[in-house]
């Protein structure tokens, strides 16, 4: 089972950035594609990004087309997402997950077989 590790999440002013990083355990983490989601309070987990395995293609949710940029460095077994110009709507603990295939095309939470335990993003106003 692989293991997920978030880091990255804080307190910024709207308008701001923040780069989350996932890392993780063992020798698959090229083999799958990865995703982030997120969960404002009293929401459920929503998606919000997706990279093939290869790192080719990418797939956004529309909130947050043109603001976030996933990444991946499989020699790091590493999964990044840059969010630029943050709102406060943009508030929720955000997840890392790998994806049971190889394609971006998923966003569905069953899509995704493994989870991080989340990293804490706040946006003030």
């Known amino acids: 089972q692989v293991q997920l590790t978030e880091s990255g999440g804080g307190l910024v002013q709207a308008g701001g950035s923040l780069r989350l990083s996932c890392a993780a355990s063992?020798?698959?983490?090229?083999?799958?594609?990865m995703g982030w989601f997120r969960q404002a309070p009293g929401k459920e987990r929503e998606f919000v990004a997706a990279?093939?395995?290869?790192?080719?293609?990418?797939n956004y949710a529309d909130s947050v087309k043109g603001r976030f940029t996933i990444s991946r460095d499989n020699a790091k077994n590493t999964v990044y997402l840059q969010m630029d110009s943050l709102k406060p709507e943009d508030t929720a603990v955000y997840y890392c997950a790998r994806c049971l295939y190889g394609s971006s095309l998923y966003t569905g939470r069953n899509d995704y077989n493994s989870w991080g335990q989340g990293t804490q993003v706040t946006v003030s106003s």
């Open positions: 990279i093939s395995l290869t790192g080719r293609t990418t």
């Open positions: 063992g020798r698959t983490f090229s083999s799958y594609a």
